[in-house]
Protein backbone atom coordinates (compact mmCIF):
# COMPACT_ATOMS: atom_id res chain seq x y z
CA UNK A 1 0.00 0.00 0.00
CA UNK A 2 0.89 3.77 -0.67
CA UNK A 3 2.30 5.91 2.50
CA UNK A 4 -0.57 8.04 3.27
CA UNK A 5 0.29 10.94 6.39
CA UNK A 6 -2.73 12.16 7.98
CA UNK A 7 -2.72 15.80 9.86
CA UNK A 8 -3.83 15.43 13.74
CA UNK A 9 -5.73 18.86 13.37
CA UNK A 10 -7.88 19.08 10.50
CA UNK A 11 -7.89 15.40 9.77
CA UNK A 12 -6.70 15.89 5.96
CA UNK A 13 -4.99 12.75 4.38
CA UNK A 14 -2.45 13.13 2.03
CA UNK A 15 -1.03 9.75 -0.46
CA UNK A 16 2.56 9.93 -1.53
CA UNK A 17 3.19 9.13 -5.10
CA UNK A 18 6.43 10.06 -5.38
CA UNK A 19 9.29 9.88 -2.76
CA UNK A 20 11.35 12.78 -2.00
CA UNK A 21 13.73 13.85 0.90
CA UNK A 22 10.57 17.24 2.47
CA UNK A 23 8.76 16.70 5.33
CA UNK A 24 4.56 17.34 4.76
CA UNK A 25 3.60 20.27 7.36
CA UNK A 26 0.00 20.59 7.75
CA UNK A 27 -1.99 23.24 10.00
CA UNK A 28 1.57 24.39 11.08
CA UNK A 29 2.61 20.53 12.17
CA UNK A 30 4.09 17.24 11.16
CA UNK A 31 2.19 15.35 9.91
CA UNK A 32 2.30 11.64 10.47
CA UNK A 33 2.30 8.41 9.15
CA UNK A 34 -0.94 6.44 8.82
CA UNK A 35 -0.05 3.52 6.62
CA UNK A 36 1.19 0.85 8.94
CA UNK A 37 -0.44 -1.90 7.14
CA UNK A 38 1.16 -4.00 4.85
CA UNK A 39 -1.43 -5.34 2.91
CA UNK A 40 -5.17 -4.95 2.36
CA UNK A 41 -5.75 -8.51 4.35
CA UNK A 42 -3.91 -6.71 7.53
CA UNK A 43 -6.10 -3.33 7.10
CA UNK A 44 -9.15 -6.01 7.24
CA UNK A 45 -8.02 -8.01 10.29
CA UNK A 46 -7.43 -4.97 12.14
CA UNK A 47 -11.09 -3.82 11.41
CA UNK A 48 -12.31 -7.12 12.13
CA UNK A 49 -10.79 -7.18 15.53
CA UNK A 50 -12.08 -3.65 15.98
CA UNK A 51 -16.00 -5.11 15.35
CA UNK A 52 -15.57 -8.43 18.15
CA UNK A 53 -14.40 -5.46 20.26
CA UNK A 54 -17.54 -3.41 19.64
CA UNK A 55 -19.43 -6.56 19.86
CA UNK A 56 -17.94 -7.65 23.13
CA UNK A 57 -18.10 -4.31 24.37
CA UNK A 58 -21.46 -3.31 23.56
CA UNK A 59 -22.65 -7.38 24.91
CA UNK A 60 -20.87 -6.75 28.08
CA UNK A 61 -22.11 -3.06 29.10
CA UNK A 62 -25.74 -4.70 28.03
CA UNK A 63 -25.25 -6.86 31.30
CA UNK A 64 -24.21 -4.84 33.50
CA UNK A 65 -26.42 -1.37 32.74
CA UNK A 66 -29.58 -1.52 35.38
CA UNK A 67 -31.32 1.22 32.69
CA UNK A 68 -33.90 -1.69 31.04
CA UNK A 69 -33.80 0.27 27.22
CA UNK A 70 -30.36 1.30 27.26
CA UNK A 71 -29.80 -2.45 27.97
CA UNK A 72 -31.45 -3.87 25.05
CA UNK A 73 -30.46 -0.87 22.76
CA UNK A 74 -26.40 -2.13 23.35
CA UNK A 75 -27.58 -6.01 22.45
CA UNK A 76 -29.28 -5.00 19.42
CA UNK A 77 -25.73 -2.82 18.63
CA UNK A 78 -23.77 -5.73 19.93
CA UNK A 79 -25.54 -7.50 16.63
CA UNK A 80 -25.10 -4.69 14.18
CA UNK A 81 -20.98 -4.63 14.85
CA UNK A 82 -21.67 -8.76 14.28
CA UNK A 83 -23.00 -8.11 11.23
CA UNK A 84 -20.32 -5.83 10.40
CA UNK A 85 -17.66 -8.24 11.40
CA UNK A 86 -18.87 -10.73 9.40
CA UNK A 87 -18.74 -9.03 6.12
CA UNK A 88 -15.31 -7.29 6.55
CA UNK A 89 -15.34 -11.51 6.59
CA UNK A 90 -16.50 -12.18 3.46
CA UNK A 91 -14.68 -9.58 1.47
CA UNK A 92 -11.49 -11.06 3.23
CA UNK A 93 -11.97 -14.17 1.97
CA UNK A 94 -13.75 -13.78 -1.38
CA UNK A 95 -11.50 -11.22 -2.36
CA UNK A 96 -8.16 -10.91 -4.10
CA UNK A 97 -6.30 -7.79 -3.61
CA UNK A 98 -2.47 -6.72 -5.40
CA UNK A 99 -0.01 -7.59 -2.52
CA UNK A 100 1.65 -4.53 -1.67
CA UNK A 101 3.98 -2.54 -3.55
CA UNK A 102 6.16 -1.89 -0.05
CA UNK A 103 5.97 -2.24 3.55
CA UNK A 104 5.41 0.60 5.98
CA UNK A 105 5.43 -0.36 9.23
CA UNK A 106 4.92 2.85 11.48
CA UNK A 107 1.70 2.19 14.33
CA UNK A 108 -0.53 4.97 14.37
CA UNK A 109 -3.62 2.91 15.73
CA UNK A 110 -3.94 5.22 18.95
CA UNK A 111 -5.90 7.77 16.84
CA UNK A 112 -8.65 5.38 16.63
CA UNK A 113 -9.29 4.70 20.36
CA UNK A 114 -11.28 5.07 23.06
CA UNK A 115 -9.60 7.39 25.38
CA UNK A 116 -11.86 6.87 28.86
CA UNK A 117 -11.96 3.50 30.80
CA UNK A 118 -15.65 2.68 31.66
CA UNK A 119 -16.08 1.68 34.78
CA UNK A 120 -18.41 -1.34 36.49
CA UNK A 121 -20.79 1.31 38.51
CA UNK A 122 -20.94 3.87 35.66
CA UNK A 123 -24.54 5.55 35.28
CA UNK A 124 -26.49 5.66 32.02
CA UNK A 125 -25.22 9.02 30.82
CA UNK A 126 -21.59 8.33 31.41
CA UNK A 127 -22.22 4.71 29.31
CA UNK A 128 -23.48 6.69 26.58
CA UNK A 129 -21.06 9.22 26.43
CA UNK A 130 -18.51 6.18 26.15
CA UNK A 131 -20.29 4.50 23.76
CA UNK A 132 -20.84 7.69 21.62
CA UNK A 133 -16.66 8.06 21.64
CA UNK A 134 -15.74 4.25 20.26
CA UNK A 135 -18.52 5.14 17.78
CA UNK A 136 -17.05 8.30 16.53
CA UNK A 137 -13.89 6.52 16.59
CA UNK A 138 -15.28 3.39 14.67
CA UNK A 139 -16.54 6.37 12.23
CA UNK A 140 -12.93 8.25 11.68
CA UNK A 141 -11.21 4.41 10.83
CA UNK A 142 -13.66 3.89 8.13
CA UNK A 143 -13.59 6.99 6.80
CA UNK A 144 -10.05 6.81 6.59
CA UNK A 145 -9.23 3.21 5.60
CA UNK A 146 -11.82 4.24 2.78
CA UNK A 147 -9.53 7.39 1.82
CA UNK A 148 -6.49 5.14 2.09
CA UNK A 149 -8.06 1.83 -0.11
CA UNK A 150 -7.06 1.41 -3.59
CA UNK A 151 -9.38 -0.95 -4.71
CA UNK A 152 -12.72 0.86 -5.60
CA UNK A 153 -14.93 -2.01 -3.92
CA UNK A 154 -12.89 -2.14 -0.64
CA UNK A 155 -13.45 1.52 -0.56
CA UNK A 156 -17.05 1.49 -1.05
CA UNK A 157 -17.36 -1.15 1.61
CA UNK A 158 -15.68 1.38 4.47
CA UNK A 159 -17.73 4.57 3.29
CA UNK A 160 -20.67 2.28 3.68
CA UNK A 161 -19.34 0.96 6.77
CA UNK A 162 -18.66 4.57 7.99
CA UNK A 163 -22.03 5.88 7.69
CA UNK A 164 -23.52 2.91 9.62
CA UNK A 165 -21.15 3.93 12.63
CA UNK A 166 -22.36 7.48 12.30
CA UNK A 167 -26.02 5.86 12.60
CA UNK A 168 -25.00 4.11 15.85
CA UNK A 169 -23.74 7.76 16.61
CA UNK A 170 -26.59 9.60 15.91
CA UNK A 171 -28.55 7.26 17.73
CA UNK A 172 -26.77 7.03 20.74
CA UNK A 173 -26.64 11.51 20.79
CA UNK A 174 -30.26 11.28 20.27
CA UNK A 175 -30.96 9.62 23.24
CA UNK A 176 -28.36 10.97 25.72
CA UNK A 177 -30.09 14.40 24.40
CA UNK A 178 -33.54 12.66 25.34
CA UNK A 179 -31.72 12.23 28.82
CA UNK A 180 -30.55 15.40 29.53
CA UNK A 181 -33.46 17.33 28.37
CA UNK A 182 -35.87 14.64 30.67
CA UNK A 183 -33.79 15.25 33.75
CA UNK A 184 -34.99 18.35 35.29
FE1 LIG B 1 -19.18 -1.63 13.43
FE1 LIG C 1 -21.03 0.82 15.70
Redesign the pocket.
Known sequence: MSEFYKCAICGKIVKVIAEGRGQLVCCDQPMGMISHFKSVNEVLDFAIEKEEE?RLFYLEWAKKLENKALSEQFVL?AG??NKHKEKLQRVRSGSTFKPAAKQVTDLKIVDYLVDITPTPDMDYQEALIVAMRR?KA?FKLYNDLAAMAEDEGLRETFLALAQ??AK?KLRLETEYEKEIYTEN
Open positions: AFEEESEEH
